[in-house]
């Protein structure tokens, strides 16, 4: 089956610095790859979304990039601020034949100190 | 988006009885899922919820433990059979919009087994 490889397991960041998690994807055929932000306790929430037609796409300070020959996909957060630390989470869809049947990286434990 | 209930928010089960989890979406929805979420962990796809039919489970999840309904667009059910303590994890239902062909999440039900 599908194997997603997210890193790092943790990241710590000073408030308005760069964070970077990047992924890696074994099945060629995937073509959806979303990312979530899950905050303590609460249920993980779509950030931000790229299918595979398109190498990047961006939403205000978060941005995705896709690199389907090499079979990596990663998240880019600028100006971070507090309320972005957050269980962050790449997936992608096995097969490609779903958006929805989803395999989930580790998580990257995002921390933004003021 | 779309609001995504699920009932019971949480429980605490004794060893070897069964739960049953309802979650109910208030759009259209072309697929629904269901994840489970170990402690501190990603998470993991348990099954797809097929309307009117049986639901097609993951490697490691069988219908015995998990038996799943669905009997219509917007309604499904998760049982837990059997429960023991390595059951304990947060079960969330998932669904894909018809109008956005995204997934989203319910808030999920957070079950502990002594």
């Known amino acids: 089956g599908e194997n997603v490889e997210q890193h790092p397991s943790t990241l710590s960041v000073q408030e308005g610095d760069s964070a970077v998690i990047k992924c890696t994807y074994s099945?060629?055929?995937?073509?959806?790859f979303p990312w979530y932000k899950q905050e303590l306790g609460k249920r993980p929430q779509l950030i931000i979304d790229i299918r595979s037609n398109v190498g990047e796409k961006k939403d205000q300070r978060i941005a995705v990039t896709l690199n389907k020959t090499a079979k990596h996909f990663s998240l880019h957060i600028t100006e971070t601020q507090p309320e972005d630390s957050a269980v962050y989470f790449c997936?992608?869809?096995?097969?490609?034949?779903?958006?929805?049947?989803?395999?989930f990286g580790q998580g990257t434990i995002l921390t933004v100190h003021p | 988006s779309a609001v995504i209930s699920q009932k019971p928010s949480r429980d605490i089960c004794q060893r070897g009885t069964s739960l049953t989890i309802q979650c109910q979406v208030d759009?259209?929805?072309?697929?629904m899922f269901w994840y489970r979420q170990q402690p501190g962990q990603s998470l993991t796809l348990i099954a797809t919820a097929n309307q009117g039919s049986e639901a097609t489970y993951e490697s490691g999840f069988v219908i015995d433990k998990f038996p799943i309904s669905r009997p219509n667009l917007t309604f499904s059910t998760l049982t837990v059979s059997n429960m023991s303590p390595e059951d304990s994890s947060i079960y969330l239902c998932?669904?894909?919009?018809?109008?956005?062909?995204?997934?989203?999440f319910g808030p999920g039900t957070r079950l502990t087994v002594l």
């Open positions: 099945d060629s055929a995937s073509n959806y």
């Open positions: 998932s669904v894909v919009l018809e109008s956005t062909d995204t997934q989203y």
């Open positions: 759009s259209q929805v072309t697929m």
């Open positions: 997936t992608t869809n096995a097969g490609g034949t779903s958006y929805g049947k989803l395999t």
